[in-house]
């Protein structure tokens, strides 16, 4: 299929469905993408098309699009027009990846639901009325609706890979420092990667190999090995080590349903099984807040209503006005070094127990959400959405690695498990997964 056919046919789906799904923010004009997919048809035809010719994106709201708006589905930038690329974009616009517009998303990423944004909330498409998960709510959905081939979401604490366990897609987070920041409106920087969401483990393994790469203008990135050499792809008896999640909250289907797929893959690959004990795991989320809180509400002081947009205090909703608050409150007792610098301590704790565990394992596998999706509007406590992430949070505080894929559906609503891979053995870890998405 050419790329104009993909785009029509996209298009046409995108117009029957977009209302309903309330997927796209912001989509570019039908005549502009008319003409980018010709010219991207005629450079496949010469023999010149770059790695994503042919591809049909989308990209979460709050990574730079030149001329499209990064509203962070947020009242604050609602008319904030991006005025340059990101890294990211760059590198795939070089690739001929055809962008087609901005995706919906949990305000400011802040959210597990896809129900924070101001603009209304994400449908999940392979299961109506239940939420999509978040924050890259619009990215996943917009897979799983068919809308895009690939699309670019956010990760601080799960929310590439929870969105992808909900609609049933893969959804790869990054070895921290291994995709450049530059561009990307961020909750968290000590935590926050941007990866691909796809339909399989092959479409999102290729939109990785386009964005990572060094960047001087992030400089988490300097110490970066996989940047500049291969990371070596398994080929002795795969080690797998299986989390021990006995101490967290996780619902007995998916538990039963994750147990199935690991005697499968066991069966199928004769892959080495191994039980594998993080001490600490169950203090993953209440880590994760400090860290997010402190670091958000320092990032936001710039959206004062003079610089960029509104001032957030006055044009924000409840989420992202909890975490601004709450930030504040922590930053300002902090000089008893109490809260933020607690977490940093017990976060190279839990990564420490990680690079432990990478000793004696490949990879290691775990459900991606603990409970099933609840239904759009439904209130539940803000305990329980913190919850939705106990499982994902983990790879975030380690900086390793980590991918959801579809592995199954309960009550016809999909589940995903998740790979986990050592800090930059990403693409080890895309070959596993690999392995596990044909059982
Ligand atoms: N749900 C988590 C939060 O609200 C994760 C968000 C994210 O990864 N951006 O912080």
Same mark, same amino acid.
């Given at each position: 299929?050419?790329?104009?056919? /993909?785009?029509?046919? *996209?298009?046409?789906?995108?117009?029957?469905? /977009? *209302?309903? @799904? /309330?997927?796209?923010?912001?989509?570019?004009?039908?005549?502009?993408?008319?003409?980018?997919?010709?010219?991207?048809?005629?450079?496949?035809?010469?023999?010149? #098309?770059?790695?994503?010719?042919? *591809?049909?994106?989308?990209?979460?709201?709050?990574?730079?699009?030149?001329?499209?708006?990064?509203?962070?589905?947020?009242?604050?930038?609602?008319?904030?027009?991006?005025?340059?690329?990101?890294?990211?974009?760059?590198?795939? !616009? !070089?690739?001929? #990846? @055809?962008?087609?517009?901005?995706?919906?998303?949990?305000?400011? $990423? &802040?959210?597990?639901?896809?129900?924070? &944004?101001?603009?209304?909330?994400?449908?999940?498409?392979?299961?109506?009325?239940?939420?999509?998960?978040? &924050?890259?709510?619009?990215?996943?959905? $917009?897979?799983?609706?068919?809308?895009?081939?690939?699309?670019? +979401?956010?990760?601080?604490?799960? &929310?590439?890979?929870?969105?992808?366990?909900?609609? +049933?897609?893969?959804?790869?987070?990054?070895?921290?420092?291994s995709v450049s920041r530059y561009g990307l409106i961020d909750l968290s920087m000590s935590l926050d990667q941007i990866g691909p969401l796809a339909s399989d483990v092959s479409d999102a393994g290729l939109m990785l190999s386009v964005i990572k790469g060094k960047d001087e203008k992030d400089s988490i990135m300097d110490n970066n090995p996989s940047v500049h050499s291969p990371t070596t792809h398994p080929n002795k008896k795969i080690k797998v080590g299986v989390l021990d999640i006995s101490g967290l909250n996780v619902e007995p289907e998916i538990r039963k349903l994750f147990d199935e797929k690991v005697e499968d893959a066991r069966k199928k690959y004769g892959f080495e099984i191994k039980k594998v004990k993080i001490k600490n795991i169950e203090l993953a989320v209440e880590t994760y807040y400090p860290l997010v809180y402190v670091e958000f509400f320092s990032g936001t002081r710039k959206f004062?209503?003079?610089?960029?947009? *509104?001032?957030?205090?006055? $044009? $924000? +909703?409840?989420?992202?006005?909890?975490?601004?608050?709450? +930030?504040?409150?922590?930053?300002?007792?902090?000089?008893?070094?109490?809260?933020?610098?607690?977490?940093?301590?017990?976060? !190279?704790?839990?990564?420490?127990?990680?690079?432990?565990?990478?000793e004696s394992v490949d990879c290691i596998i775990l459900p991606t959400v603990p409970r099933l999706p609840h239904k759009i509007g439904e209130r539940i406590s803000v305990e329980e959405m913190y919850s939705y992430d106990a499982l994902t949070i983990p790879a975030n505080l380690a900086g390793c690695c980590a991918v959801s894929i579809p592995s199954g559906k309960i009550k016809g609503i999909p589940v995903g498990m998740q790979i986990m891979c050592n800090k930059f053995e990403d693409e080890k870890m895309l070959k596993i997964a690999e392995m596990f998405e044909k059982i």
């Open positions: 299929m050419s790329t104009l056919q /993909n785009l029509q046919q *996209k298009l046409e789906l995108i117009k029957k469905e /977009n *209302k309903k @799904l /309330n997927i796209f923010l912001e989509l570019r004009s039908e005549k502009e993408l008319i003409e980018e997919a010709k010219r991207i048809d005629e450079r496949i035809k010469k023999g010149v #098309g770059g790695k994503l010719a042919g *591809k049909i994106i989308g990209i979460k709201a709050n990574i730079n699009v030149h001329g499209m708006k990064i509203s962070c589905a947020s009242k604050v930038l609602e008319d904030y027009v991006a005025p340059y690329d990101a890294f990211v974009v760059s590198k795939i !616009k !070089k690739e001929d #990846g @055809l962008i087609i517009g901005m995706l919906n998303m949990d305000e400011f $990423a &802040s959210g597990g639901s896809g129900e924070t &944004s101001a603009f209304g909330p994400v449908q999940n498409p392979s299961a109506i009325g239940k939420i999509p998960g978040g &924050s890259s709510s619009g990215s996943a959905a $917009a897979v799983a609706a068919g809308f895009v081939d690939i699309s670019l +979401g956010s990760d601080t604490g799960g &929310s590439i890979r929870n969105p992808a366990s909900h609609c +049933g897609v893969v959804g790869l987070k990054p070895s921290y420092g004062d209503g003079r610089r960029y947009g *509104k001032k957030i205090e006055e $044009a $924000a +909703g409840p989420e992202v006005l909890r975490r601004v608050l709450g +930030g504040s409150e922590i930053s300002k007792a902090e000089y008893k070094g109490r809260y933020y610098n607690t977490a940093l301590k017990v976060k !190279k704790i839990i990564g420490d127990e990680f690079s432990k565990a990478f």
